[in-house]
């Protein structure tokens, strides 16, 4: 994994360091009307959005490792972005010489169409040939020149918006504890296996699904019919199961420091894709919903809006293009959220009931830390206690997952998921669901979101860590499911919710009327 130390890559040049200013420079020439115009279009992204800062500086010189980096994450059309750089970044010096060697012609010009009634007798070659020259030639030429420049100026342009397009499109580097490869660590368990001998079990499991119908807890049918397949009716006692852990996950988060806020569903389509979240995934799936727009707010370059897939990307914008202080790091939020997911059911048997649904609510937590290694990783752990204090107080049977390289987002270099025991998922992977994500980004959304801070003096940027404190609807499908009595025909409920819930089951006989 890269670093820490990498230098800071601002986009105005401010803070560069000196042997990366002339590589920027025609950045700046974005200013001009005309080119912004062209460059924005190409890169889809709005000019007020915020100024990505990509270290293209440090994949240069690394182009093997971060082609290595793509292959192993299964990212393999970029795995050829690095050395595409470099070539066109020697496309972009070549560029810079002829504009050099032409921008030098021209100030002789100048000086010699300025000047030209004077002399000084000591000329060098060059102006003497250029003494010889009529005014007109000179208007010529330098008009000639002119236009060279302005072509090679959009040239440039092109190849430093083509460089940093490949560059965003790079996923993070992969920290040192992520396993290579597409099979997961996993690190530790969470309670007891209700069922560890299922031969010598005589327990009957049901569905979350038939033990919701029985309870009428969930309406699929109706919602089929209102929405479509992937969404759901809470109903009842399965409405106040949402809102008691919701509340539960809260309290805990926030007992352990986090500050809760609550974050808007849409946010623009730049601020998505600058935190790892594209229109469609690797295997060419659809993840988010767009609102459409008219064709006269396209036409005005008004922003895309997007339905957020998690409170982690309207979170990660609250700060961008935003100056942080030293001493707020660690920064913590928890936030409550509606979540979209436009991929629901795309992958087919493991998504019945309530498993993956279009749109649900989560917890969800998001810190910025201090840009190094120790500072993210003690915040990254604390994510994972507490989902393993929420999990275990829910009496849940989980594994906690060093995830594998393949299985990382663009965003993250380090991911742990937890997954729970579902007994209708027994024939599929042994009964195990994901439930909980935690990852860090290091510096991957703060570069692309503007978010810095000034840290021993230097601006830099800090780094994100996020993690689910709760996803509801899987949640709250673990404990239908584990919780089932069948003899008594109810769901014996988690003693943390009880005082939540009122009561400490929930079935036919005890639905409050």
């Known amino acids: 994994m890269r670093p820490p130390q990498t230098p800071f890559v601002c986009m105005r040049c401010r803070f560069r360091p000196a042997q990366t200013r002339l590589f ?11 080119l912004t115009k062209a460059a924005e279009t190409a890169s889809n992204r709005p000019t007020t959005a915020p100024r990505p800062s990509i270290d293209i500086k440090h994949i240069r010189q690394n182009p093997t490792l971060y082609e290595q980096n793509c292959i192993e994450r299964n990212y393999k059309g970029q795995s050829t972005y690095p050395a595409q750089i470099n070539i066109l970044h020697q496309q972009w010096q070549e560029q810079q010489r002829d504009a050099r060697h032409l921008r030098e012609r021209s100030n002789l010009l100048r000086k010699q169409i300025a000047n ?35 072509t090679i100026e959009q040239t440039e342009d092109r190849l430093t918006s083509e460089i940093e397009e490949k560059a965003l499109a790079i996923p993070n580097l ?14 530790s368990y969470i309670n007891d296996h209700p069922e560890p001998v299922p031969s010598e079990s005589d327990r009957v499991w049901r569905s979350h699904v038939h033990i919701g119908s029985e309870l009428g807890l969930l309406d699929f049918a109706g919602a089929a019919t209102a929405t479509g397949w992937g969404w759901y009716y809470l109903l009842d006692d399965g409405a106040r199961l949402e809102q008691a852990l919701i509340q539960f ?37 659809t993840q988010i919903y767009n609102l459409s727009q008219s064709a006269a707010d396209r036409d005005r370059g008004k922003p895309e809006l997007v339905l957020a897939g998690t409170a982690e990307i309207p979170l990660a914008g609250m700060k961008a293009d935003t100056l942080l202080e030293e001493s707020e790091l660690p920064l913590k939020r928890v936030g409550i959220s509606r979540c979209y997911r436009a991929e629901a059911g795309a992958r087919g048997v493991d998504t019945k009931g309530l498993y993956r649904v279009h749109e649900f609510n989560k917890v969800e937590m998001f810190a910025w830390t201090e840009p190094n290694q120790s500072s993210t990783t003690e915040i990254f752990d604390e994510i994972v206690d507490i989902q393993t204090e929420i ?22 270099a380090r991911k742990c998921d937890i997954e729970a025991f579902f007994p209708s998922r027994r024939q599929k992977n042994e009964g195990w669901g994901e439930v909980t994500s935690a ?29 689910t404190a709760l996803a509801v609807p899987r949640v709250l499908a673990a404990i239908l499911e584990n919780g089932w009595d069948e003899n008594e025909m109810h769901v014996k409920l988690p003693e943390c919710l009880w005082e939540l819930m009122g009561t400490e089951v929930i079935g036919m006989k005890h639905r409050i009327k």
Request: proline fraction near 5%; glycine fraction near 6%; aromatic fraction near 4%.
């Open 24 to 34: 920027h420079a025609s950045l700046q020439r974005r200013s001009n009307p005309n």
């Open 249 to 285: 996950a809260l309290a805990v988060a926030t007992r352990h420091g986090w500050r809760q806020v609550t974050p808007p569903s849409m946010v623009y389509g730049h601020i998505a894709a600058a935190c790892g979240f594209q229109p469609r995934d690797q295997h060419g799936e």
């Open 174 to 187: 992969t920290s040192d504890s992520t396993p290579r490869g597409d099979e997961a660590l996993v690190l």
């Open 439 to 467: 990852s860090i980004c290091t510096d991957y959304q703060t570069r692309r979101l503007a978010t810095r801070v000034k840290s021993d003096g230097k601006m830099t940027f800090p780094w994100t860590v996020n993690g």
């Open 391 to 412: 999990l275990e107080m829910l009496g849940l049977h989980c594994r906690i997952l060093e995830m594998p390289s393949t299985d990382l987002g663009a965003s993250a």
């Open 116 to 150: 030209s009634a004077s002399t000084t007798g000591d000329e060098d070659p060059a102006t003497e040939r250029l003494r010889s020259m009529s005014k007109e030639e000179l208007l010529a030429e330098a008009k000639q020149l002119k236009e060279k420049l302005s």
